[in-house]
């Protein structure tokens, strides 16, 4: 069955009177290329689980099923139970669970099914839970080896510049505390239907397995650069001061101490930076 095949798309739809939902974010891949490079780069083959997010059609999980020991999906539109019945048919080690991704315990969900053995995160995201989605998965500290995902070209840019550059954002740090990002390869928007207004493009997050903050340290790491992002034109003393309820002068104390320039704005600090104010203040 060649789910890529716009005619093959539109006959499953028409016999089971589907039609795209737009507020689930379903640009479903028609690009044949797509899914098994995702497959591939993503980490899949023999003695591996991949959970993925999403599954439309099913176009993905069918890659996924031909290389991993088995797939566990999670997918929120029930309309698509007949129509995945009839694609995945071929596969005895693929498990859909109709559910909102954003509800269900993944890692739960992971030790169940899969047991300890290897696993990734392989998925084509709806674009309007991107963030949450990535963010769940590494908040989590899921027992996987990676997750590879399509994103939005400009979210893409955004998770895998380097902390300290105009082009960061709070979640970059938040992806490099958790992860080695990378951008594997760009998607046009031409590849999906219905074709999207902006282009895509396919992100692996190499888990790091170690944990160098303590919980504790961890929340109010992130506090910190959230706060920081949400002022990112404004000197970082201004926005700390008042989420930590400290005054300007002792804020610009700590980061002196620390090396820090006190007219400092959010993206210009590192990780590293953004770590010591947090071990500092705890
Ligand atoms: N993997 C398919 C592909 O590449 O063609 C579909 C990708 S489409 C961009 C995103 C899929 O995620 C849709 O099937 C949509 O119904 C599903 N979805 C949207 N929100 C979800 C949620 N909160 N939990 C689980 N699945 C969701």
């Not at 895509?200 to 790091?208: E, Q």
């Given at each position: 069955m060649e789910l890529t095949n716009i005619g093959t798309i539109k006959e499953l739809f028409a016999r089971h009177g589907f039609s795209f939902s737009k507020s689930l974010g379903q640009n479903f891949l028609i690009?044949?290329?797509?899914?098994?490079?995702?497959a591939e780069r993503g980490g899949c083959g023999p003695g591996v689980c991949a959970l993925e997010i999403g599954t439309g059609v099913g176009v993905l999980t069918r890659e996924l099923a031909k290389r991993c020991d088995k797939v566990v999906a999670v997918e929120i539109d029930e309309r698509l139970k007949p129509i995945l019945a009839e694609t995945l048919a071929d596969f005895d080690n693929v498990e859909v669970i109709f559910a909102d991704v954003m509800e269900t315990d993944l890692s739960r969900l992971i030790a169940e099914k899969f047991g300890g053995k290897d696993a990734v995160v392989c998925a084509n995201l709806p674009y309007y839970i991107t963030s949450p989605v990535i963010m769940k998965v590494l908040e989590s500290r899921l027992n996987i080896k990676a997750m590879t995902v399509m994103v939005?070209?400009?979210?893409?840019?955004?998770?895998?510049?380097?902390?300290?550059?105009?082009?960061?954002?709070?979640?970059?740090?938040?992806?490099?505390?958790?992860?080695?990002?990378?951008?594997?390869?760009?998607?046009?928007?031409?590849?999906?239907?219905?074709?999207?207004?902006?282009?895509?493009?396919?992100?692996?997050?190499?888990?790091?397995?170690?944990?160098?903050?303590?919980?504790?340290?961890?929340?109010?790491?992130?506090?910190?650069?959230?706060?920081?992002?949400?002022?990112?034109?404004?000197?970082?003393?201004n926005p700390l001061s008042a989420e930590l309820h400290v005054s300007k002068a002792d804020i610009s104390e700590i980061l002196s101490?620390?090396?820090?320039?006190p007219t400092a704005r959010a993206e210009e600090l590192s990780l590293e930076d953004y770590i010591k104010i947090a071990k500092t203040i705890l």
């Open positions: 690009n044949p290329t797509v899914c098994p490079n995702i939005q070209k400009e979210a893409a840019e955004r998770i895998c510049a380097k902390c300290g550059t105009r082009e960061c954002g709070a979640i970059t740090y938040a992806v490099n505390y958790y992860s080695e990002p990378k951008t594997l390869f760009r998607v046009a928007r031409g590849s999906f239907m219905p074709s999207p207004n902006v282009d895509s493009a396919v992100i692996r997050l190499n888990i790091k397995n170690e944990r160098s903050l303590s919980p504790n340290e961890e929340k109010t790491l992130f506090r910190l650069v959230r706060a920081g992002f949400s002022q990112r034109r404004k000197q970082l003393v101490s620390l090396n820090l320039k």
